[in-house]
């Protein structure tokens, strides 16, 4: 079975920086859609930023954009990244990776099916 696994989550001070990187095991198949959520404490779950196969489709919650960059491994089957610049209190949360082998119309929205899912990874920023 795919397993996700996060990791790059830690604690730093407002308008620092931060790199998250998931990873998928368990699948030859590439998983064509694959995003980042986060929830915060007594908040639900949001998305942040999703990307297609082969990385040149990306979508971002509004509150992230021209802060936060989703791009895939070219080297690495099934591997993300988001690149977290400019971090704010209010982007502290845990961070999840999600992923589907959906095929079909490129649908990056944060409402679609999310098949995978990993267990999180805490980023706490501080003011």
């Known amino acids: 079975a795919q397993k996700l696994v996060e990791s790059g989550g830690g604690s730093v001070q407002s308008g620092g920086s931060l790199k998250l990187s998931c990873r998928v095991s368990?699948?030859?198949?590439?998983?064509?859609?694959m995003g980042w959520f986060r929830q915060a404490p007594g908040k639900e779950r949001e998305g942040v930023a999703s990307?297609?196969?082969?990385?040149?489709?990306?979508?971002y919650a509004d509150s992230v954009k021209g802060r936060f960059t989703i791009s895939r491994d070219d080297t690495a089957l099934n591997t993300i990244y988001l690149q977290m610049n400019n971090l704010q209190p209010e982007d502290t949360a845990v961070y999840y990776c999600a992923a589907d082998l959906a095929v079909g119309p490129r649908d990056l929205t944060f409402g679609r099916r999310w098949s995978y899912w990993g267990q999180g990874t805490q980023v706490t920023v501080s003011s």
């Open positions: 368990g699948t030859q198949y590439v998983l064509n859609f």
């Open positions: 990307i297609y196969a082969g990385g040149t489709d990306t979508h």
